[in-house]
């Protein structure tokens, strides 16, 4: 470990992440010609018009970035921080972009483990590349393959949940995690608005006040979904 490393008030300031961080938002930022190709074939999934098909999404959306932004990035930063969160299981890592910012978290939390799953073989090579360029990869286990199956095995406490991938999967994924979650975890859940009628479901059970959460929706971006367990 560097001295700037040593004394940084946060892993996110250290070169080699913020370095990377600022590549990857850049290679991000340009991917919108990506999105706009494949969106024909995709909209129906997001939007909830049909059943998931969880081969075909990937199949079109292997090479597409669909990350936090920045400032969500910060967001789940701090909040990790906050919670002093030593286990974060997300769901939807991508190209990693999220995992970077939670396992910085963690590092400055004095050590744990971020446990992501990536259905897309290419996508989990990369998110495993790019925490390998930040010095973080022993910070994470990324899992490759359906959530429902690699998450079944994650063990308690949790005490932070990412909710960032196919959004049908969003409340499968949450009653999955549930019983393991510690009280007072944090999840989070992004996309609401955009995917408003996809994720009508989710939402609804989260704020029920019946499952053993309290939730509000956060203006953030495209919306962000804030619940607590409560046990």
């Known amino acids: 470990m560097s001295s700037f490393e040593a004394v940084s008030p946060s892993s996110l300031l250290a070169p080699r992440v913020a370095s990377l961080l600022e590549q990857l938002h850049r290679q991000a930022r340009t991917d919108l010609l990506r999105i706009l190709r494949v969106a024909p074939f995709v909209v129906p999934d997001f939007f909830g018009l049909r059943k998931v098909d969880d081969d075909r999404l990937s199949r079109h959306m292997r090479a597409t970035y669909l990350p936090v932004s920045r400032s969500q990035g910060q967001m789940l930063y701090l909040m990790a921080r906050a919670a002093d969160a030593r286990r974060i299981v997300e769901f939807g890592t991508s190209f990693g972009i999220s995992t970077l910012y939670l396992a910085a978290a963690v590092k400055d939390n004095g050590g744990g483990v971020v446990v992501g799953s990536e259905l897309d073989a290419s996508k989990h090579a990369?998110?495993?590349?790019?925490?390998?360029?930040?010095?973080?990869?022993?910070?994470?286990?990324?899992?490759?393959?359906?959530?429902?199956?690699?998450?079944?095995?994650?063990?308690?406490?949790?005490?932070?949940?990412?909710?960032?991938?196919?959004?049908?999967?969003?409340?499968?994924?949450?009653?999955?995690?549930?019983?393991?979650?510690?009280?007072?975890?944090?999840?989070?859940?992004?996309?609401?608005?955009?995917?408003?009628?996809?994720?009508?479901?989710?939402?609804?059970?989260?704020?029920?006040?019946?499952?053993?959460?309290?939730?509000?929706?956060?203006?953030?971006?495209?919306?962000?979904e804030l619940s607590v367990f409560t046990g």
């Open 126 to 224: 990369k998110a495993r590349e790019h925490l390998r360029q930040a010095g973080l990869e022993e910070l994470t286990d990324i899992r490759l393959g359906d959530a429902l199956q690699t998450l079944a095995s994650v063990e308690g406490p949790i005490d932070m949940v990412l909710l960032d991938g196919w959004k049908d999967s969003y409340l499968p994924v949450l009653k999955l995690l549930q019983p393991k979650l510690k009280p007072r975890a944090i999840v989070l859940a992004d996309n609401i608005f955009r995917f408003k009628r996809a994720l009508r479901t989710y939402v609804e059970y989260v704020q029920s006040g019946t499952n053993g959460f309290v939730s509000s929706t956060l203006e953030i971006a495209d919306g962000f």
